[in-house]
């Protein structure tokens, strides 16, 4: 196993042992120091990088502490006592720019490594969030709001990416530069190196006063960026919505509200930092002062000599700039546990709906599938104390068609939810060929069951790509065929690249009707022995429906199809009819059964007729 692996299993292991009550609870500092180790996690696989990093850093510093040394002795050993000798001062020289040359290039090779680090860990952290995310059931997307993934997704990895590439190294590089800069001054004159120390109580005291105001202020910029995020993705995808209605002037307006105060927040953030920075050369510039007067009259009264006091000049101007610096990052890291935080609560999100565990797991083949399927007393609820169904039997036979019809909202399409386990039942079972869904993989279900929505989604690509799913072993015949039997032809024709025309967002580019083609090419592309469509035609012309409903036909044959219709003429020809009403089956039959029991059904379909269309939004019930 490679590390890489090794890695991805301790933290699949864990996020299985996350104990569940402790995130219920909100114990933070658990939390914190749990998301902390999980991340921390993803660093392992580098840990000879990291060791690679510490080294060039520390020979880069190195490089770089040695300068002023050498300017010291330069003075000291040569100039100040006019033993001058041209060669040694040109052996100096050399050395100097040979350190000079060395700091360049360990550093170089530091940052570049760092970067490479950096940037894997988080690619690797992003990669397994989203595919953490693509595996979650659909309550998780009821509770976690798109926009806020997006900003999961993108900006927290950012923040994590700049906590390995900034914060780390400062810690690392920093950290080591004070230690070398404090051993160098204690090496030159301990006297004048602990009067330099003195400050260093002066500086915690500042960083602690400013920490809290860093802090804030960087948080409330991310904040206020977030929010203008949001509020601009979402006016852009409603942008129609908004000319309709004669919005611009108010959203106008609430963006310039939203602008403004992003603005603030960053002019605050900004004000901070240069606030602190300033205090911090204030305080340099000081202990510079101090340091000329104590080494000044020192070298005065001949107890120092010059090339020390210049070199205790150098590194006293150096030793600000490493805590600076760590005190700023220490701010970042503060935020970056909040995004290592947010992200580790959705890795550690198990999935509602779980693959069967290996002792249930029945194998299916899905090709052989009879398509019986079995409602069995299911009681359901998005919401505890909401019960969309309750108790509810419904049994159909392989190769039936079955059409549905029913007010809005009376639980149509939450049965077909059921049925591809996008949710699971509270109570009761649904079963297919008499195997409890539950006990098939997740993959082979959405094979066997085929679902063509309200709402057809087609994504950013060819229309090839979107009949064959980006899935390579289907070729590129098979695809138009498909599209040829669904009567989708002569508009992809139509096309300027024809079937290599590129959609954009959505499918943005087409009509409702158009979109809807391409998702029952689809279907017949892939063949799935129970097929469902959910007011799949309810976009079509009639011309196009009745093709569509002639390829339906042949495409039904010998599958257990389920047609949802608000539109009576699209399920008269089914072999049974359902009228759902309150997540209840209230009637059942063929049509004529139904219109001569002079029920619900039978009304609708009076009403269709008196409106010169057998349809079904007339009111029901
Ligand atoms: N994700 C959800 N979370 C909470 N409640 C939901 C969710 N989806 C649907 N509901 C509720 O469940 C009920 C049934 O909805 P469903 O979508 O199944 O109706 P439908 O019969 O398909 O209606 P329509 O004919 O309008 O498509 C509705 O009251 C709806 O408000
Ligand atoms: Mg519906």
Known sequence: MSDADANHKDTMNDRKNINKTHLEE??????????????????KPHRWAFVGIFCCS???????????????????????????????????AAIFLGLAIVSFIFTYIQNNLLQHVGQSIVSRIRKDLFRHISRMSMSFFDRFHIGSLVTNVSSDTETISSFFTQVLLSLIRDGMMLVLIIFFMFQLDPVLAGYSLIVLPVIAVVAALFRRMLRRAYQNARTRLSRLIAFTAENLSGMFLIQAFHQEEEQKRRFKEQNLLHLQANIIQARSNVIFNRTFDILGNAALVMMVWLGGRAVLGESLQVGVLYAFI??????????????????????TTVSMERIWNILSTKPEVADPKSDVVTSINPRQVMGQIDFDHVSFGYLEDRPIFQSLNLHLY?????????????????LISLLNRFYDVNQGSIQIDGTDIRHIPQHTLHRIVGLIQQEPFLFSGTIIDNVRMFRQDITREQAMEACRFVGAQPMISRLPQGYDTRLSERGSGLSAGERQLISFARIVVFQPRVLILDEATANLDSHTEQLVQQALETVSQGRTTIVIAHRLSTVMHADRILVMEQGAIVEEGTHQELVAAQGIYADLYQHAREAGKPSCTTKLG
């Not at 909100?26 to 660093?43: C, D, P, Q, V």
């Not at 079955?402 to 939450?414: M, N, P």
């Open 26 to 43: 909100n114990n933070k500092n658990y939390n914190k120091r749990t998301s902390f180790k999980a991340m921390m996690g993803y660093a």
């Open 58 to 92: 520390l020979l880069g510093i190195s490089a770089d502490l040695l300068q002023p040394y050498l300017v010291k002795i330069a003075i000291d050993d040569h100039l100040a006592v006019n033993q001058t000798s041209i060669g040694f001062l040109v052996q100096l």
């Open 314 to 335: 150098s590194y006293i101007r150096q030793f600000f700039q490493p805590i600076n610096q760590i005190t700023m990052q220490w701010n970042t890291f503060q935020s």
């Open 398 to 414: 392989p190769g039936e068609m079955v059409g549905i019809v029913g007010t809005t909202g009376a639980g149509k399409s939450t």
